[in-house]
């Protein structure tokens, strides 16, 4: 491994642009903006909450990727990485020292966009809403999840825990917990559709899992599709999606007028036949995992953008 990172300052910015592997924010973008829309539908939304919310998750996000690429260097899982994008630490491009100071950074300014979220929010909040310790440990449960899926002596990641967290932290937490922070109440509808992005999330980090089974088992990192193997992982990626499609439906059902609900779920169906194609060509183009993760991203705040759209076209009328 090279023991120091490039000296030129543009090589520099490149290599940490890659690092913060800008092509998984879009997760973090469909997550705040599908706490907006459950707020919208209430007629509580607040357009500087949703900015304070979106720039705390794009923040814990960053982090998350940083302390990847920082955990996984130091297990080894990246040493040997052939289809995935290069990781900085692991291929030498960012000291070691370098990467804590910028996850040292980064911790920081999720907590204080965290403290400035807050400050919005909870003054007009009621009851158990309105605690500063449980939102305050909520975020900190968020930032050590986020280190310690890959990262410290016992990650998580490395036992197949990644999924479960990622479908918590991504789903049920950052929906409908950013909804109540705009004064929302739990619905039925709403679980529905914090449960499927969190399933749809959880369904890109196992493409990414699928990708990396050769290297994340030679390191002793044994995520779920590690442990499945990629056939088995393939059916299993299948069934993320089936549910995440079932979740969605009541949304839709319960949320839309029977046009947009109708349209929305064609979109889907189209979208998911040709992600399917594409993947059953991946273990002969491995590449590809990587092309569909970052589609399945960027769908995912598409399909949440649109259902926003149509829930203010509606409520609107």
């Not at 919005?120 to 310690?148: C, D, K, M, R, Y």
């Not at 590690?226 to 089936?242: C, K, N, Q």
Request: charged share 10%; proline share 5%.
């Amino acid at each position: 491994m090279p023991s120091q990172p490039n000296p030129h300052p543009h090589a520099r910015i490149t290599v940490w642009l890659a690092a913060l592997r800008l092509r998984t924010l879009p997760l973090a973008g469909a997550a705040m903006l599908a706490a907006a829309m459950l707020a919208w539908q209430q007629q509580v939304f607040q357009a500087a909450l949703f900015i304070a919310s979106l720039s705390t998750a794009v923040l814990l996000q960053i982090f998350s990727n940083l302390a990847n690429d920082y955990g996984d260097a130091a297990h080894g899982a990246d040493r040997q990485r052939r289809h995935g994008p290069v990781r900085a630490v692991a291929a030498g491009l960012i000291a070691p020292l370098h990467m804590r100071r910028a996850l040292l950074g980064c911790a920081l300014l999720c907590m204080a966009s965290g403290l400035w979220l807050l400050a919005i929010s909870l003054p007009a909040l009621h009851g158990w809403a309105a605690q500063w310790w449980l939102w305050l440990l909520l975020g900190t449960l968020a930032l050590l999840a986020a280190w310690a899926y890959t990262a410290g002596h016992r990650p998580y990641g490395y036992v197949g825990l990644g999924d479960a967290a990622v479908w918590l932290f991504f789903g049920l937490l950052a929906v409908l917990g950013g909804s109540v922070l705009y004064g929302a109440a739990i619905t039925w509808p709403a679980v529905a559709a914090a449960n499927a992005l969190g399933l749809w999330c959880t369904a890109v980090l196992n493409i990414n899992n699928m990708r990396d089974i050769p290297t994340d088992l030679a390191a002793g990192k044994h995520t779920i599709a590690a442990r499945l193997g990629l056939r088995r992982a393939g059916r299993y990626h299948a069934v993320l999606l089936g549910l995440a499609a079932a979740s969605w439906g009541v949304w839709l059902y319960h949320s839309l007028p029977p046009m947009a609900a109708i349209l929305l779920a064609s979109a889907l169906l189209l979208f998911y036949r040709h992600h399917d194609h594409a993947l059953r060509s991946a273990p002969q183009r491995p590449h590809e995992y990587n092309r569909q993760l970052a589609q399945l991203s960027l769908f995912i705040l598409l399909w949440v953008g649109a259902n926003a759209l149509a829930m203010g076209s509606f409520h609107a009328a």
